[in-house]
C-alpha cells in the first residue's frame, strides 16, 4: 500500500534563491512526524509545498500514491479537503464565535447538516477542553485556548492528516505539555496521522515518532528518526547542538574571531 504522504527530491527555492534540496521523507498512517531545524531553514514554506499552498521548483508530493502537484485542480481540492491544519496564529475569524469556528470547516468538508455539524463541533471542543468557551469570541480566548480551537477546527471534519506549525509556539510549558497530550489523544481516537514544525525539544521528544532535521548552511536535510533516539546518535554537530541545546558550531560562512 502506497505511503501516505511520500516527499521524493524536493527542491525548495524563493526565485534564484535556494532554501532546501534533496527533501525526501515518508509519514504512514497515524504517524507523529515532526520537521526540525533552526530559524529560517525553510519548515514552515515545506509545510506550504505539502498543503498545497506553494508549488515546490522540483521533486514530488504524493498523497496514497497520488502525486500532488502533477494533478489537476479539481484532485488538488479533493486531497486538501484531507488536511487538517494549524499554522501559528491560529487564524480563527474574529467575528465569528468559537463554535461558529469549528463549524465552518465541516460545512465546507462533510455532508453534516446544520444541527450535525454543531452537535460534532461541540463534540470536538469538549476534546480540546473548550465546551463552556463555545459561545465565546476568540478575542477572549487566551493564547493557548486560541491554539486548542484552531486545533479543534482543523480535527473537527476528523482529516487523515493534520499540519501544524509550531502548534506550541508562545505557550507556557503546561499548555504545551496540554497540547502534546491533546495530539496524542487525537491520534488515539482519529487515527490520523500529524507532521509538525516544533523547536521545542519536550514536545519533540514526548510525541515525535520520526523526524527530518534541515539544515540552513548546507540547505539539505542533515538528520532523519525519532528526535529521542537522534539526541543520542546524531553525529551531525548542528543536530547535536539543536537536540542538546548547546552553542551551534560556527557556520562555515562565519569568520570565527580568536
Ligand atoms: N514568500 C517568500 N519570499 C521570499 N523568501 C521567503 C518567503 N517566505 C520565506 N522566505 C525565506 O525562506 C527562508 C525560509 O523561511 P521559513 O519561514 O520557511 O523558515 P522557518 O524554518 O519556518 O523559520 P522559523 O523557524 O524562523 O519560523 C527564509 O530565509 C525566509 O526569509
Known amino acids: 500500500m502506497a505511503a501516505l504522504l511520500d ?8 526565485g534564484s534563491r535556494l532554501i532546501q534540496r534533496q527533501v525526501s521523507l515518508t509519514v504512514e498512517r497515524g504517524c507523529i512526524f515532526a520537521v ?10 515545506l509545510l506550504k509545498h505539502l498543503v498545497g499552498l506553494l508549488p515546490p521548483a522540483g521533486g514530488t508530493v504524493t498523497y496514497d500514491g497520488v502525486d500532488f502537484w502533477a494533478s489537476d485542480e479539481a484532485q488538488r ?15 480563527l475569524w474574529s467575528s465569528m ?15 453534516l447538516n446544520a444541527k450535525e455539524r454543531e452537535h460534532k463541533a461541540r463534540e470536538v471542543l469538549e476534546w480540546v477542553g473548550l465546551a463552556a468557551y ?15 480551537a484552531g486545533l479543534a477546527r482543523a480535527i473537527a471534519g476528523e482529516p487523515p492528516l493534520l499540519f501544524l506549525d509550531e502548534p506550541s509556539a508562545g505557550l507556557d510549558p503546561i499548555s504545551s505539555r496540554r497540547l502534546d ?61 539543536f537536540l542538546h541545546r548547546e552553542v551551534p558550531p560556527p557556520s562555515p560562512n562565519e569568520t570565527v574571531s580568536t
Do not use: Y
Open 7 to 14: 516527499v521524493k527530491d524536493l527542491e525548495m527555492r524563493f
Open 36 to 45: 526540525m531545524g533552526g530559524s529560517g531553514c525553510g519548515k514552515s514554506t
Open 77 to 91: 481540492r479533493q486531497l486538501r479537503s484531507r488536511f487538517g491544519m494549524l499554522f501559528q496564529s491560529a487564524a
Open 97 to 111: 464565535t468559537v463554535l461558529e469556528n469549528v463549524c465552518l470547516p465541516l460545512a465546507e468538508q462533510t455532508t
Open 134 to 148: 463555545a459561545d465565546f469570541w476568540p478575542a477572549d480566548l487566551s493564547g493557548g485556548m486560541k491554539k486548542r
Open 181 to 241: 497530550d491533546l495530539i496524542l489523544d487525537i491520534r488515539e481516537r482519529t487515527g490520523a496521522a500529524v507532521v509538525f514544525v516544533s523547536h521545542e525539544l519536550p514536545s519533540l521528544f514526548a510525541i515525535a515518532d520520526d523526524s527530518i532535521f534541515l539544515d540552513a548552511d548546507s540547505k539539505q536535510p542533515i538528520a532523519h528518526g525519532r528526535p529521542r533516539d537522534l539526541a543520542g546518535t546524531a553525529d551531525h554537530p548542528t543536530v547535536r547542538a
